[in-house]
């Protein structure tokens, strides 16, 4: 090889060796959003679209101007603090923890200094999140559904679709560390709706059997399914024993609908979105602190109709109107 063809194939190579580490470089300064939920994927793709639709909105695309790092508890709630201690040893930028009241609690707990943009039914002054709502000061940030409405709203829409539902039972989560606080705000629900309710608990397949046992015994009117991880992890189990067990049951998103359930009404879609855009909004520059805790607008209701039918009940005219979404 003469010296000149060696000089130039050396220079080659250089460029060749020189350029995954310009990437790297390039990659390394992208910022990191850490995202952390305590289901599995599969139900939650399209609200972690929305997310990523709102981080897009406000200027920041995955993979071109932020990189997310998922983590998912898949309904074990007690993973959650390792999967928090893993992204701060990876220096995220945010932590972002929409549906997930417990993930954004245990971010608080192990660090001050990184931001929390997070997303829930449950109340974040109550819980020691934020100190208000208008200015939440720290760390800690996001969108605040309005929980106990919702109950309100499934309690009504369960006596509008049946009638003679004079109780109802509702299904909680006794493995979650908000679980005393949940079950009061459903009790408060349903004292100012004038509903008579009976607490449910299950943490694992088997308690999930055994709490409709526990219903087939009682014969409520109707049922409600909450918001949560595990139970969306579940929700065929969860759609299978409701249906053998003929018992009319509400769920929080169009996921179990379209698995056989009866009726939703919730998603926190627009509140991951939302969770998106001020996760963006803090990338450029802003402090969590300084961000008033929001409200989610959009709430759906879906109605199966077929499960309907096979359940006896005949869906008012009134919540066929008014639904977003009807399966026949």
């Known amino acids: 090889m003469s010296e000149m063809r060696r000089r130039e194939f050396i220079t080659l190579l250089s460029g060749v060796v020189a350029w995954p580490l310009v990437a790297r470089g390039q990659q390394a300064a992208m910022p990191v959003v850490g995202l952390i939920n305590a289901g599995v994927p599969e139900p939650a793709a399209y609200r972690v679209a929305a997310f990523r639709q709102g981080l897009s909105e406000a200027g920041y695309v995955e993979g071109k101007s932020v990189a997310i790092e998922y983590r998912w508890a898949e309904g074990r709630y007690n993973l959650i603090p390792e999967l928090v201690a893993d992204l701060l040893r990876r220096r995220v930028a945010i932590i972002a923890t929409p549906d997930s009241t417990d993930a954004a609690l245990a971010a608080k707990a192990a660090t ?7 997303a829930d039914g449950e109340d974040p002054v109550k819980l020691g999140l934020v100190a208000s709502l208008d200015r939440p000061g720290g760390n800690v940030t996001g969108v605040a559904a309005p929980a106990t409405e919702l109950d309100k709203k499934r309690m009504r829409l369960l006596r509008e679709l049946v009638p003679t539902a004079t109780s ?12 005393d606080a949940r079950s009061k705000d459903i009790q408060e629900a349903a004292r100012t709706v004038r509903q008579e309710v ?5 943490s694992s397949e088997h308690e999930i059997g055994f709490a409709f046992a526990v219903a087939a015994a009682w014969r409520p009117g109707a049922l409600i399914v909450p918001p949560d991880a595990f ?3 579940r929700r065929e189990q969860l759609v299978a024993l409701a249906q053998s067990h003929a018992i009319p049951t509400i769920y929080d998103n169009r996921a179990f609908v379209a698995a056989g359930g009866l009726m939703s009404y919730g998603s926190f879609a627009d509140g991951y979105r939302e969770t998106g855009i001020y996760a963006g909004r803090i990338l450029r520059g802003e402090k969590p602190a300084d961000l008033p805790m929001t409200q989610p607008t959009k709430f759906e209701l879906v109605i199966n109709r077929k499960t309907a039918k096979a ?5 008012p005219q009134t919540l066929l109107a008014t639904a977003d979404e009807v399966m026949e």
């Open 112 to 118: 001050s200094a990184v931001p929390i943009v997070f």
């Open 168 to 179: 109802i039972g509702v299904l909680l989560n006794s493995s979650r560390p908000t679980f």
């Open 198 to 202: 009976r607490i449910l608990q299950a």
């Open 231 to 233: 139970f969306n992890s």
């Open 311 to 315: 359940l006896g009940i005949e869906v």
